[in-house]
């Protein structure tokens, strides 16, 4: 172990993965702090996943170095795969194994030695227990999800990294699935989980927030959101008004971001002094009540997104999720 | 939990880990019915087809007869030719015409037409001509049967010209077939086949399962869970391996039952240098499978891969051609293929009465082989997604 920080779980600089000329990473600062639950936020293509897959030694980083737990990213791999419970974005167990199956190949690959006690704990703690004998295969998005998270606590990690866990799970099951991170979180374990969801974000201690590889953002929601500097105007009234306003104001200086939520339109943008100035030509209108707001994390990324040139326009393509 | 680190798992090769893939790939070998069916199956199925149907020393040929003669020599010919084991007098002509025309339409596969005065010709010493006309589609199907009616001719003027007409009897004439065979007297094919079917059965299920087994878990995804698990390469790689030994071990076993029980092919030498051989064989296709499947992208290009292994194994090592009749740079590539080696231990063993002496030079270069590629394999296996 490398002499760092006790209270640090995850403390990387400088991260970079390149694919061919591309770098799908660019140069990321990243510090989690022990017990907490750490929000990583970006569009598809960030370098989230890469990201991840570079903390548990899954990917070799080009440049940049850190450790995980305290060990080396680059030469403690091994130690740190005996810590790290990660969870893949894609299900990744075996779908021609049963839960208990599959859960019992885990326990065995980490060498536990009270094997059937452990795996029990599992199945009941996740609510598997009176599926156990099923094929992984046969489950659906949601029951795959909890054993998937069942597989990567067997051995009671440290740090825990989820890759979008909650894509195409339902409302409920999520809402469940938070409550248990909350619990794990609760009993000491760092989790770093990645979603699009803004609710999900909401329940995170600290966010960071990926774009084209590069980190734009990094703190607590109330900090992100304030970091943006944005300005709001939610302005409510009869839709038909709604929908002229929205087509009158875009384009004028100062106005960034339109967006229509029912019957209120979220007006923002960066510069409080232009927004407030090209938006006064409208505010006598009938019918139309004009007051101040906050802008909204979505807001904020949708914003922060804008702001940096796209690193992926050069080479055509999007790219996958790496 | 957080501030007490395990122990730690150590790095070093760990038989429970093994263990742990072991179990596994058994599990979903067993889900896995097709392919399970498919590994008891092919053998037998294969050993069926082929050692009934490859048969390069065909008997029961059809035959027609058109005799103009009918002296005591051309029946004892004719007879002669019923009794042997070669040619089935199907039909007999009544003019070349129809002779020609039964061999046209391929009703018969020999026509055997006897001139007139065929009798008085040989009485007077006028060496007469007997007149076969073979159907040479497939040289390989007649080639035996052609010489074997020299022989027949030969024996029946032996047995007929006697006393007297001793003096008759021709001098060895330009006998130009000569079959020839060593281990094998009988001359069945089976004897040859068989041993030779069970090393590419063994080459093409051993290489494609596991060739299919771990690019599975890459097409699957599963393979990112398991590299973020600790686990090191020898362990997945001996760990997929160990099933598909017990699997080729079954193989052996049903086609070695169907060599003695349906074949009757015999087990002259020393069994345990048989199985030996086979271990280390098994083994060495499994070694490559495994080496194909960490180069292959999809279990398409591990297919392809395979075949691409397969074919030069059938072809150049013994199994289809005479290995001795290759030039010498194909032989230099056969040598370096197990199967060839293989090979020469099976029949060594079972119909040349080998034992460890005899098969060692067939031995040690299978393992060099297993050696050089299981250590290529384990390098090629990558421990990140990079």
């Not at chain 1, 750490?38 to 440049?63: E, Q, Y």
């Not at chain 1, 199945?123 to 795959?144: I, V």
């Not at chain 1, 302005?235 to 306003?245: E, F, M, N, T």
């Not at chain 2, 490559?288 to 292994?309: E, H, Y």
């Amino acid at each position: 172990m490398t002499g760092s920080d006790p209270a640090i779980a995850i403390d990387v600089r400088g991260l970079t993965k390149r694919f061919g000329d591309r770098a799908v990473v660019d140069n990321v600062d990243l510090r989690v702090g022990k017990g907490r639950i750490h929000g990583f936020l970006g569009p598809n293509g960030s370098g989230k996943t890469t990201t991840i897959r570079m903390l548990c030694g899954l990917l070799v980083p080009d440049a940049g170095e850190g450790t995980c737990l305290g060990f080396d990213i680059r030469r403690d791999a091994w130690a740190i795969k005996q810590r790290v419970g990660y969870m893949t974005q894609k299900f990744s167990l075996y779908e021609d194994l049963t839960i208990k199956e599959n859960l019992e190949f885990v326990a065995r690959l980490y060498a536990l030695a009270d094997r059937p006690r452990r795996v029990t704990a599992a199945l009941d703690r996740l609510g598997l227990a009176h599926r156990r004998d099923q094929l992984a295969g046969t489950l659906s998005g949601g029951w795959k999800q909890r054993l998937a998270l069942a597989a990567c606590i067997l051995h009671e990690p440290a740090l825990l990294l989820l890759d979008e866990p909650t894509a195409g799970v339902d409302p409920k099951a999520r809402r469940e699935f938070w409550d248990e991170i909350h619990a794990l979180a609760a009993d000491g374990m760092t989790v770093l989980v990645s979603t699009h969801y803004m609710d999900e974000a909401e329940r995170c201690h600290r966010i960071a927030y990926l774009a084209y590889g590069r980190l734009l953002a990094d703190g607590t929601v109330e900090e992100v959101v304030a970091g943006s500097g944005l300005s709001t105007w939610h302005v409510s009234g009869p839709p038909d008004r709604i929908a002229a306003l929205d087509r009158a104001l875009r384009g004028q200086k100062g106005v960034s971001m339109i967006a229509p939520f029912g019957n209120t339109l979220h007006v923002s943008g960066p510069d409080a002094v232009s927004l407030d100035a090209s938006v006064a030509g409208f505010q006598g209108q009938a019918e139309l009540d004009w007051r101040r707001g906050d802008p909204t994390l979505e807001d904020a990324f949708i914003h922060l997104m804008g702001s940096v040139p796209d690193n992926f326009q050069k080479p055509a393509g999007a790219g996958g999720h790496v | 939990m957080m501030t007490t680190h395990a122990p730690g798992l150590s790095p070093r090769f760990s038989p429970a880990r093994l263990v742990a893939i072991i179990i596994k790939e058994f599990i979903q070998m067993k889900r896995d019915r097709l392919t399970f069916a498919m590994m008891v199956g092919i053998p037998l199925i294969q050993l069926m087809l082929f050692g009934f149907a490859i048969n390069a020393d065909p008997k029961h040929l059809p035959t027609a007869v058109l005799s103009h003669d009918n002296s005591e020599f051309s029946r004892a010919i004719v007879s002669a030719l019923q009794t042997s084991n070669y040619f089935e007098l199907a039909l007999t002509a009544d003019s070349p015409e129809q002779l020609d025309l039964l061999l046209d339409q391929g009703k018969v596969q020999f026509a055997v037409e006897i001139p007139t005065g065929f009798g008085t010709d040989l009485m007077r010493g006028e060496r007469p001509a007997l007149l076969v006309m073979a159907d040479a589609t497939d040289p390989a199907a007649t080639g035996n049967a052609v010489g074997a009616l020299q022989r027949i001719l030969d024996s029946v003027m032996a047995g007929t010209l006697t006393g007297p007409l001793a003096t008759l009897a021709p001098s060895p004439g330009p006998v130009e077939l000569r079959v020839h065979r060593r281990y094998n007297p009988e001359g069945l094919t089976q004897h040859n086949i068989v041993p030779g079917l069970m090393g590419t059965i063994l080459t093409m299920t051993m290489i494609i399962m596991t060739a299919l087994a771990v690019t599975r878990e890459r097409e699957r995804g599963t393979m990112e869970n398991l590299l973020a698990m600790p686990v090191r390469p020898t362990e997945v790689m001996l760990g997929k391996l160990a099933p598909f030994i017990l699997v080729g071990a079954v193989q052996v076993m049903v086609i070695m039952g169907a060599a003695r029980l349906l074949f009757g092919v015999p087990m002259l030498g020393n069994p345990l240098a048989l199985i030996c051989g086979m271990i280390i064989f098994i083994t060495a296709n499994l070694a490559v499978g495994f080496l194909f499947s960490t180069l292959a992208r999809n279990q398409l290009q591990a297919m392809q891969m395979s075949f691409f292994f397969f074919l030069p194994s059938i072809l150049m090592s013994g199994f289809m051609f005479p290995f001795r009749g290759m030039p010498a740079w194909a032989q230099v590539i056969g040598e370096g293929l197990p199967l060839t080696h293989f090979l020469r231990v099976v029949r060594g063993v079972m119909l040349k009465a080998s034992g460890f002496p005899q098969v060692w030079p067939d031995l040690w270069p299978m393992l060099v082989f297993l050696l050089a590629v299981s250590v290529l394999a384990v390098k090629r296996y990558r421990q990140t997604l990079d």
